[in-house]
């Protein structure tokens, strides 16, 4: 099997990404996916994960704590979604050695992405197995997701990780990613999202990624499962407490247990183990800070799993100067990304209120510049209005467009939120680039925003 006659087998298979109205009940089910597990001999049991959940800043801590692990010298699997240019940029392994650029920068926009040889080995060995078990599933078809999840973990066991970073695709109890027996889980920031599927309330939406906590599986004498939580809404706070309550898990909260302040050159987080100074971080915006303090509570939970002390000296752990170079070089495209500077061009995948209104604040305490052109795509399942409204007084001039996905919502439709603005309409996001870059004088700034899936469309027009 070629790596395109792959490709093409997985662009066969249900894709909940890109189907515009479906229902998360019917549609997402463990067990189905369990039963799959089984089948090719559960992968993922032998993988030790972090598993992280929330509404906004998984993929950015996701990417903080592999990063990390990489440089305690960790061969390290990290599992994100969705993809902004290329399906295999959901499946990387940071390798043990870390190999040094002139900008020190990894080549490409992803490092250790699965090469396109062992993509289209892994689906060539699965096919059979996939086919056997939708001829015979009383669940259902499997999905996109649960299969290229399966494909990650069978790719991470090979590969002899030594841990996995997990991030969710969608809430967390029913999620693909919610079949294994977390190390340490986090939860980011949680807010309003996918309201359709999650539910209308943030303690509903709240108790849907709480679902990651679960009780442990007795394995010998491991202890209690650890689950390190960004700031949160009192009512999501306690439904996150409840869930840790009801299954025995240790919870500690960012800005209460774990807490961190700015310095003149960079911050200090105070963990549960001891206090880490002189941290920084390339990642723009303080929200990026809140990220890093989850993701340093993540590794002191390690340590003390593996029952070292942080220190300076010890090598047989994960020690402060790891935790230093991993935070510092941590590179995350499309969030807060400058891809060019005359025009100043930032790219975001801000696809939610919460997230538009902390990139609205960075964009304005964070630059300088004359005009800002908003390039603005988003999907039917968003809160359009609300994303709307956050941006409306951020823009001086809005080019709306869509991504090539069937739940891109229309830009015609788009307008009539931006009534009194001077806004244009376009076909694609290809379109849309050419004509923000016609726009934009040296001293303007493009921000490209509503959706990673027009991100990485505005990134390789």
Not at 1 to 26: F, H, Q
Not at 52 to 64: E, P
Not at 131 to 136: C, G, H, K, T, V
Not at 354 to 378: M, N, P, W
Request: with cysteine; proline share 3%.
């Amino acid at each position: 099997m070629t790596y395109l006659e792959a490709i093409r087998y997985l662009e066969s298979l249900v894709n909940y990404e890109k189907i515009p109205a479906w229902s998360y009940k019917e549609s997402l089910k463990l067990k189905r996916f369990k039963g799959f597990l089984k089948l090719i001999g559960n992968p993922h049991h032998s993988l030790k994960c972090i598993h992280i959940a929330g509404t906004k800043g998984k993929g950015s801590t996701s990417a903080f704590c592999a990063y990390i692990l990489r440089e305690a010298g960790y061969n390290t699997g990290l599992y994100t979604s969705p993809h902004l240019s290329d399906f295999r940029e959901r499946i990387r392994i940071l390798p043990r050695k870390v190999i040094k650029t002139k900008s020190h920068r990894p080549q490409g926009m992803f490092e250790g992405v699965i090469a396109k040889r062992d993509l289209a080995d892994l689906v060539h060995r699965l096919k059979p197995a996939i086919e056997l078990y939708n001829e015979n599933s009383i669940y259902g078809q499997l999905s996109f997701f649960e299969v290229y999840t399966a494909l990650a973990f069978v790719y991470f066991k090979e590969k002899n990780t030594d841990f996995v970073v997990l991030e969710t695709g969608l809430g967390g109890r029913l999620d693909a990613t919610n079949v294994v027996n977390p190390l340490v889980c986090a939860l980011t920031h949680i807010n309003y999202d996918h309201t359709d599927k999650l539910g209308h309330t943030l303690k509903k939406i709240a108790a849907e990624k709480a679902g990651i906590i679960k009780r442990q599986k007795a394995k010998g004498k491991r202890q209690n499962l650890i689950v390190i939580s960004a700031p949160q809404e009192k009512e999501v706070i306690q439904v996150i407490r409840q869930r840790c309550k009801k299954v025995g898990a240790e919870l500690y909260v960012v800005g209460e247990d774990i807490t961190y302040h700015k310095t003149k050159n960079g911050f200090i987080v105070k963990g549960i183990l001891g206090a880490y100074t002189n941290l920084r971080i390339r990642l723009l915006g303080q929200h990026q800070i809140i990220n890093a303090a989850v993701a340093t509570g993540v590794i002191e939970a390690l340590n003390r799993i593996m029952a070292t002390p942080v220190s300076m000296h010890n090598r047989g752990n994960i020690n402060i100067c790891h935790i230093r170079r991993g935070l510092y070089n941590t590179v995350w495209p499309g969030r807060c990304e400058i891809i060019s500077k005359n025009p100043l061009i930032v790219l975001d995948g801000a696809q939610n209120i919460s997230s538009c209104k902390v990139i609205k604040e960075t964009v304005r305490q964070g630059f300088k510049y004359d005009k800002l052109i908003l390039v603005l795509g988003v999907s039917r399942d968003k809160d359009i209005k609300g994303i709307c409204n956050q941006l409306y007084d951020l823009a001086d001039e809005i080019i709306l467009t869509r991504a090539d996905n069937p739940r891109a919502y229309p830009p015609q439709e788009l307008a009539k939120y931006f009534s009194g603005k001077n806004t244009y309409k376009t076909h694609t996001v290809q379109e849309a680039r050419g004509l923000a870059l016609s726009l934009a004088k040296k001293d303007d700034l493009i921000l490209v925003c509503g959706s990673l899936f027009v991100v990485g469309e505005f990134r390789d027009a």
